[in-house]
C-alpha cells in the first residue's frame, strides 16, 4: 500500500481501507443518493483501495485431535465479497477516519458495506 520501502498499511481481518468520495448527491460511478442519507451522514460512497483476508473459521475436524499437535493446514476463512477497486456505500458511523502518508482513509468492517458497484461483471 505504500512505495516507501520498510513501510507498509495492511488491513486486517474482515475490514476494507476506502479513499471516501465528496458529499455528493450523485457517485462518480451514476448512484443516486438522497439528501436525506447525506445530510444526517448516515451512508457515505468511497472506492475500495485495500481490502483484509477475512474472517478466520475454526476447524472443527481438529477438535478431534489431540490439541497440543501441532496442525500445519492451513487456516480456512471466510472470504471478501469487497475488492479493491469497488466502489462502496457504507454506514458512516462504523468507519473509523486514519491517515498514512498524507492521504485519508476509512477503515470499514464489510458487515458495514451496504452496496458494492463493480465495473467488470463475471462471465
Excluded at 486486517?12 to 460511478?29: F, K, N
Excluded at 481438529?62 to 462502496?88: C, F, I, N, T, Y
Amino acid at each position: 500500500m505504500t512505495d516507501q520501502p520498510g513501510k507498509q498499511l495492511l488491513v486486517v481481518g474482515d475490514r476494507v481501507l476506502i479513499i471516501p468520495e465528496d458529499g455528493e448527491d450523485r457517485t462518480r460511478v451514476g448512484l443516486y443518493l438522497p439528501a436525506t442519507a447525506l445530510d444526517a451522514q448516515q451512508v457515505q460512497t468511497g472506492l475500495i483501495a485495500a481490502t483484509g483476508p477475512g474472517t478466520p473459521i475454526a476447524d472443527l475436524g481438529s477438535l478431534d485431535e489431540e490439541p497440543w499437535k501441532v496442525d500445519a493446514r492451513e487456516g480456512r476463512g471466510r472470504g471478501m465479497q469487497a475488492r479493491v477497486g469497488d466502489h462502496a456505500i457504507f454506514f458512516r458511523k462504523a468507519a473509523v477516519e486514519i491517515s498514512f502518508e498524507e492521504q485519508k482513509y476509512l477503515v470499514v468492517p464489510q458487515a458495514a458495506i451496504l452496496v458494492l458497484i463493480r465495473d467488470d461483471l463475471p462471465i
